[in-house]
């Protein structure tokens, strides 16, 4: 069964540093794996994707992401954080098959400091 | 491009009451999703639609929830009778194709709290 596993559930940054956000997930085949942001009261919105190809990923927002096979991980970047990223940010794995909705971790909320 | 309207965007009920959430997904897409997101957790799965049929409610609670898509466009999900822990965000989602590959697009939610 797809599973992903956000280790951390609060990080906090401070503001033009850069960021890390880990995301590890359990799948028999390769997946399609999504980052999203959710700003509070808001709907979710796409970051980036990894379908294939290229294992880094560049998304909107100045964000990255690396997919890393061996580890079955895919851990999203940012080299210098400004305070309106803070928001919650969730991990989700698709499957190649149609009619798989996507599963999504807990979420992590990065807190900025100025 | 219009994204994907929910309504209402918060609601308050009493436990044991009724309660309805509409969604009016982006037009064209066919497959339609209801997620709940309890408050600390990433959104689960409730309902998957592909046009008016049902692809996936193997995680909906039947004996209290239901949902429809009648016409393959809009859908409402119901809850009779709530419970104290039904209070989540309801998300609504919806997609061009049922691929894996595929963005799915979210609302911004309905808020319920029971009390």
């Known amino acids: 069964a797809q599973s992903v596993t956000q280790p951390d559930i609060h990080i906090t940054v401070s503001e033009g540093a850069s960021l890390e956000l880990r995301c590890n997930y359990s799948y028999g085949a390769t997946p399609y794996l999504f980052w999203y942001v959710q700003s509070p009261g808001q709907g979710l919105q796409l970051l980036l994707k990894y379908f294939s190809g290229d294992t880094l990923v560049q998304g909107i927002k100045g964000f990255e992401a690396e997919f890393k096979r061996s580890q079955s991980s895919f851990n999203l970047r940012k080299p210098s954080v400004h305070w309106s990223d803070a928001a919650e940010y969730f991990c989700?794995?698709?499957?190649?098959?149609?009619?798989?909705?996507?599963?999504f971790g807990k979420g992590t909320t990065l807190s900025v400091s100025s | 491009e219009a994204g994907v309207a929910q309504s209402p965007r918060y609601k308050i009920i009493e436990k044991r009451q009724s309660v309805a959430f509409w969604c009016n997904p982006i037009s064209g897409h066919a497959t339609l999703y209801w997620y709940q997101q309890i408050l600390g957790q990433g959104p689960k799965l409730l309902i998957q639609?592909?046009?008016?049929?049902?692809?996936?409610d193997s995680q909906l609670p039947k004996d209290r929830f239901s949902a429809e898509r009648l016409k393959g466009v809009d859908s409402t999900l119901k809850i009779q009778p709530a419970k104290l822990e039904d209070s989540a965000v309801y998300l609504c989602a919806s997609s061009p194709s049922r691929q894996g590959n595929t963005e799915a697009f979210f609302g911004q939610g309905t808020r319920l709290t029971v009390v």
């Open positions: 639609f592909q046009n008016n049929g049902v692809v996936d």
């Open positions: 989700a794995v698709g499957a190649w098959q149609a009619g798989t909705a996507l599963i």
